[in-house]
T-cell receptor
């Protein structure tokens, strides 16, 4: 079993709609969680950290569910520029483990 | 502006050849990392270094070597022992506490010709 698993998608989303997707992790001792955004053939960029209480940054909301060992990302009012691959990142025994990413395609 | 610089952006390697990928950061970060990304897979850790003159193997270190002679620099050599080197290579750095996440360089795309 992979340490971090994501639905690869693609999630095809009409502009203005809401999209949400999850990421599951296997190490129950993990303490740090992140969502990164990666555009095609570019480096990943930190989108947001995920806190135990959940956190929101503009149109993006991240949640952590420790009991079920997953984190989620919700994007409201999707923009064309939100089209990207979203990487789930979880610390595991002091090292960050990356999911393979969920592709989101926002269509006009 | 502070950041991480990787060079070259594209690199072509012949069979049996060693090549070195450069990674330089001016963020004053202690820790540096090398990852490999293949299509449809998550980033896989090759090597990491948390302090000058010290580094540790990651999950896929075979066929790679690194050095950390300066805090700012963490070059990666892809040796001829790496049988499938074609991939996107990403260098990252962080302050000691991973809670703040990593900053990535723009990557080097290596192709075997």
């Amino acid at each position: 079993r992979k340490e971090v698993e994501q639905d690869p998608g693609p999630f095809n989303v009409p502009e203005g709609a809401t999209v949400a997707f999850n990421c599951t992790y296997s190490n129950s001792a993990s303490q740090s969680f992140f969502w990164y955004r990666q555009d095609c053939r570019k480096e990943p960029k930190l989108l947001m950290s995920v806190y135990s209480s959940g956190n929101e940054d503009g149109r993006f909301t991240a949640q952590l569910n420790r009991a079920s060992q997953y984190i989620s990302l919700l994007i409201r009012d999707s923009k064309l520029s939100d089209s990207a691959t979203y990487l789930c990142v979880v610390d595991s025994w002091g090292k960050l483990q990356f999911g393979a990413g969920t592709q989101v395609v926002v269509t006009p | 502006d502070g950041g991480i610089t990787q060079s070259p952006k594209y690199l072509f390697r012949k069979e049996g050849q060693n090549v070195t990928l450069s990674c330089e950061q001016n963020l004053n970060h202690d820790a540096m990392y090398w990852y490999r990304q293949d299509p449809g897979q998550g980033l896989r850790l090759i090597y990491y270094s948390q302090i000058v003159n010290d580094f540790q193997k990651g999950d896929i270190a075979e066929g790679y070597s690194v050095s950390r002679e300066k805090k700012e620099s963490f070059p990666l050599t892809v040796t001829s022992a790496q049988k499938n080197p074609t991939a996107f290579y990403l260098c990252a750095s962080s302050i000691e506490d991973e809670f703040y996440g990593y900053t990535f360089g723009s990557g080097t795309r290596l192709t075997v010709v």
